[in-house]
């Protein structure tokens, strides 16, 4: 029945075979380590988030920043490799601490209560009807980009020539 509404013409299932079906498996992973010697992973190579708050995406994007930043003070030779070890611990804390949090936190919101009731009972979604009305509230709300971005500029030994 599924099929049936989704599929252009509305086909019936003796309309035509399915050959193969891979339903997406919602998980959160994270790599042991972001750095092995010269191998780095960011974004999806480095951590898995379910799609639901696009923390996955906002996650590898404020990754690849960091790493840029990091590349960068060691090809202008303001950098040690030290900081490379310092993007593996910072980056892989915030998806622990943060990103990990807040998304599996989304799932659980999704999956776990009665949608009907949920703008009644899930501090969340309350939490967001009042952002409505406050636009401060709005703005710390929607921008969890700055709790997990990390300025790797700070441990750059001398500043950056411009």
Not at 44 to 60: E, Q, S
Not at 79 to 90: G, N, Q, T
């Amino acid at each position: 029945m599924k099929y049936e509404k989704m599929l252009p013409g509305n086909p019936k299932p003796e309309d035509y075979k399915l050959t193969n079906i891979s339903p997406y498996k919602i998980h959160q992973r994270c790599a042991e380590k972001f750095r092995v010697g010269r191998f780095l992973l960011a974004a999806d190579a480095a951590h898995l988030c379910n799609p639901f708050g696009g923390l996955g995406l906002t996650g590898g994007l404020v990754d690849a920043g960091g790493l840029a930043d990091c590349l960068i003070g060691l090809s202008e030779g303001i950098a040690d490799d030290s900081i490379l070890d310092k993007y593996d611990e910072i980056r892989r804390a915030m998806w622990h601490n943060i990103i990990n949090v807040v998304s599996s936190a989304n799932i659980r919101r999704l999956n776990d209560q009665d949608p009907d009731k949920a703008l009644e009972n899930d501090e969340f979604l309350k939490g967001l009807v009042e952002a409505e009305k406050n636009p401060l509230l709005m703005k710390n709300t929607v921008n969890v980009r700055l709790d997990i971005q990390h300025d790797f500029t700070q441990y750059y030994k001398s500043p950056r020539r411009n």
